[in-house]
């Protein structure tokens, strides 16, 4: 499955420098005024993980291929967005296909580059794009409430259905509280999800922060992260400076002695990937062979006959079982034959669930 994340932020934060770096392009333009970003900028990274080279390695696999993450660079939000100030809706309406936000929040001071709100304070910037998210949805949910009721007259069930959900949110909406928040039940899932609600997404805090402090941020971010705590969601702390340096190496050596001269382990967007993946609840499985190996992304709690219908929906149709081996096995005993001689190669049926790591070769029949 493809992720797709929406990076916002107010204008002058850094949001386009870190999208530039994250996908190591110029595709995003970065300046020192308002709405540079007049196009959303999207751009592919390959998720970095270090178990396909290992796993690679043992199998031969002549080709590596990870899977993918969507990055979209949606221009500056201001106060007023929702009623259509700076570039307005045009851009809301960008981050309701998306499967995350990217909330980047300026946590450095820095007085050439302007603010538009005068001074830097990440939570003011934070509840005022929230806010422009709220409004937004709340106009959403006007719009669409008369060709409901309309439908419920004529006894729509699935329209019945909705307005009783949507009686639900809206209150929370109109007391500045986001979508997210709602207490959702299992069987109301997928009519949540088919509202479309920008405030239903899940939220990562991207703070950008000056080169000295990205090791171990500052008082701002320790506000964000208490902030993210309260709320349940994510946050990180990137220098966008620093991964537009870390763009410009050319090799992986380069680039680790770089991070570790910095007092950095990995880059900001192996940390931002890593949190992601947390706030979506993903996983990673692999295949594995001398042709290839191949990372593929699920849901926490997917069993087998789901997880083989990401790499075809044939496989999920004719599923028969799941050749399965955990990745410490597969490293430790050299390969799925090894594996397999010590007792660690498991037939697994259509209900098994799989765990992040595990190597995976399905049984179909079509």
């Known amino acids: 499955m493809g992720l797709k994340v929406g990076i916002v932020g107010l204008p002058n934060i850094g949001k386009s420098t870190l999208f530039n770096a994250l996908t190591s392009t110029a595709a995003a333009e970065a300046a020192n005024y308002p709405f540079c970003t007049i196009e959303p900028n999207t751009g592919i990274v390959s998720v970095p993980d270090e178990r396909m080279r290992q796993l690679a390695q043992i199998a031969g696999s002549q080709q590596i291929i990870p899977t993918q993450l969507e990055f979209t ?66 106009e959403s949910i006007d719009k669409r409430m008369p060709a409901l009721e309309k439908r419920l007259r004529g006894q729509d069930e699935e329209a019945k259905e909705i307005i009783k959900l949507l009686e639900r949110i809206k209150p929370l909406l109109d007391s500045g509280k986001p979508a997210r928040n709602a207490e959702i039940s299992t069987d109301e899932l997928q009519c949540f999800k088919n509202l479309q609600l920008i405030t239903a997404k899940p939220v990562l805090y991207v703070c950008n922060v000056d080169e000295s402090e990205a090791a171990n941020g500052n008082e701002y971010t320790k506000r964000i992260e208490e902030k993210a705590q309260q709320e349940n969601a994510q946050m990180v702390v990137i220098s966008a400076k620093i991964e537009s340096e870390v763009a410009l190496l050319e090799t992986d050596e380069e680039k680790q002695e770089f991070l570790q001269d910095l007092g950095l382990t990995e880059t900001g967007l192996s940390k931002l990937i890593k949190s992601a993946y947390k706030l979506l609840e993903l996983i990673t499985y692999f295949t594995v062979g001398p042709k290839e190996t191949r990372a593929w992304t699920i849901k926490i709690s997917t069993p ?21 081996v955990k990745f410490a096995d ?20 259509k209900d098994y669930i799989v765990t992040d790591g595990d190597v995976l070769h399905f049984r179909f029949n079509v």
């Open 330 to 349: 597969y490293i430790e005993y050299k390969g799925e034959q090894g594996a397999k001689d010590k007792g660690k190669l498991r037939v697994e049926g």
């Open 73 to 138: 660079d949606i221009a500056g939000l201001v106060k007023g967005a929702s009623q259509g100030e700076g570039l307005g809706n045009k851009f809301l309406s960008h981050i309701r296909e998306m499967d995350a936000i990217a909330h980047v929040l300026r946590c450095f001071e820095d007085d050439d580059i302007t603010h538009v709100e005068g001074n830097v304070d990440p939570i003011r910037d934070a509840e005022i794009i929230e806010t422009e998210l709220i409004l937004a949805d709340l």
């Open 304 to 324: 087998a006959n789901k997880a083989a219908g990401v790499i075809h929906t044939d496989f999920e149709r004719g599923f028969i079982c799941a050749e399965t």
